[in-house]
């Protein structure tokens, strides 16, 4: 055994100078394949698959080169068959790893959900910052970073907030019973159409939509940027408009009314007119 050990010293170091080539020459192919695709248009996510590809090809290559200088015996259609033996093993085993895997190339291959955008899914919203070809990093608005398996993604309905420049924002407006719809409608048009970050090519769109408790309710509807931070500052400013042209036209924006009844009759007055008596309710 030593004497055989002795003899395979030669062929492992000429191996392991082979898988140091091969490190070499994957680095310098990423960094190729990177100045190539960085001159077209692809997006990150494919442009990340690609230099992926490049460096697992490469890798495959060195190391079934290394195996077959290590070990005078093997060779590739070998390996091969030693693979098919085990595939069904490896698949149970490994099934979590090959599915997150299958999901991230079809995620980098498809057009839709670029790194950059804002998206939801299951209940995680945030932006995606890096697609690899097991996991998706999602920076949350609030910062926090969520690492989410790629089949998760892949399986799940994705909303896409950010997949076009422009976004609907609704809000509610409510007015008193006694008020003039028609008053009210033409008062709240005006006040959001004379905003600034509002796309009036769209239009506004105002309807009454409720008889509610107290009000009646107008749906403003009108269109801004895609970025959260686009809506919640346009909602924030239409708001103050709305509430300030309402108020300099007299219109009144009512609170919740509660109204009670009564089924017997209540009488009136104070506590000597009813003839009560100091220890008396």
């Known amino acids: 055994m030593a004497n055989s050990i002795v003899a395979a010293l030669p062929n492992l170091a000429i191996a392991l ?17 990177d100045a190539l695709v960085g001159r077209t248009k692809l997006r990150a996510s494919l442009r990340n698959l690609t230099e992926t590809v490049v460096k697992l090809a490469i890798w495959m290559v060195g190391i079934l080169v290394a195996a077959a200088v290590a070990v005078p015996g093997f ?14 093993a490896i698949g149970f085993a490994f099934q979590d790893i090959f599915e ?25 919203t945030g932006r995606v910052e890096h697609i690899t070809l097991r996991e998706t990093h999602i920076r949350q608005l609030s910062n926090e970073l969520t690492i989410m398996p790629n089949s998760m993604i892949f399986k799940n309905p994705v909303k896409i907030l950010t997949d076009d420049s422009l976004a609907r924002t609704e809000i509610v407006a409510g007015v008193s019973y006694d008020t003039d719809l028609e008053q009210a409608e033409r008062v709240i048009r005006d006040a959001v159409e004379a905003l600034e970050g509002i796309d009036q090519s769209k239009g506004v769109e105002v309807y009454a939509t409720e008889f509610n408790s107290s009000s009646i309710d107008f749906k403003v509807r009108f269109w801004t940027g895609s970025k959260p931070r686009d809506g919640w500052q346009a909602r924030s400013v239409a708001i103050k408009a709305i509430k300030r042209a ?24 104070r506590k000597g007119d009813l003839g009560l008596t100091g220890g008396e309710d």
């Open 17 to 33: 100078v082979v898988l140091i080539i091969t490190w070499i020459v994957a680095r310098f192919a990423v960094r190729i394949a």
């Open 246 to 269: 309402l108020d300099e036209a007299g219109i009144e924006i009512p609170f919740p009314y509660i109204t009670h009844t009564f089924k017997e009759v209540v009488p009136l007055g």
């Open 100 to 124: 997150n895997f299958l999901a991230g190339v079809l995620i980098m291959l498809r057009e839709k959900m670029r790194i950059g955008d804002v998206i939801e899914v299951e209940g995680v």
């Open 75 to 88: 060779t590739p259609a070998g390996a091969i068959a030693g693979l098919g033996i085990g595939a069904v």
